[in-house]
Nanobody, 118 residues
Framework: QVQLVESGGGLVQPGGSLRLSCAAS????????MNWVRQAPGKGPEWVATINMPGTDTSYSASVKGRFTASRDNDKNTLYLQMNSLKPEDTALYYC???????????WGQGTQVTVSS
């Protein structure tokens, strides 16, 4: 069965950095787009980033573009999100999600909490 397990979240000060990971199993990782989506307290899910199958093309939301970088290692079945210059408004539960194309997602992980606070 499809499994997506996020890790790497935590508490960081504004301006700091974190690197999230998502370990995938139960499917052919290199054959799917992958996404990062976040959900802040009291708000709906917000798409963050999508990366294509070989990892050669990415797309980001305006709120994170220039600060976050999505990448993947298809040999390790792992998705990453490097987050720099973090802001308090980046505080959210971060999920990785499998994509069937650039816009649609079918499986989600359980999420990892990122809190940006001084």
């Amino acid at each position: 069965q499809v499994q997506l397990v996020e890790s790497g979240g935590g508490l960081v000060q504004p301006g700091g950095s974190l690197r999230l990971s998502c370990a995938a199993s139960g499917f052919t990782f290199r054959s799917f787009y992958m996404n990062w989506v976040r959900q802040a307290p009291g708000k709906g899910p917000e798409w963050v980033a999508t990366i294509n199958m070989p990892g050669t093309d990415t797309s980001y939301s305006a709120s994170v573009k220039g600060r976050f970088t999505a990448s993947r290692d298809n040999d390790k079945n792992t998705l990453y999100l490097q987050m720099n210059s973090l802001k308090p408004e980046d505080t959210a539960l971060y999920y990785c999600a499998r994509g069937i194309d650039w816009s649609n997602r079918d499986y989600w992980g359980q999420g990892t909490q990122v809190t940006v606070s001084s």
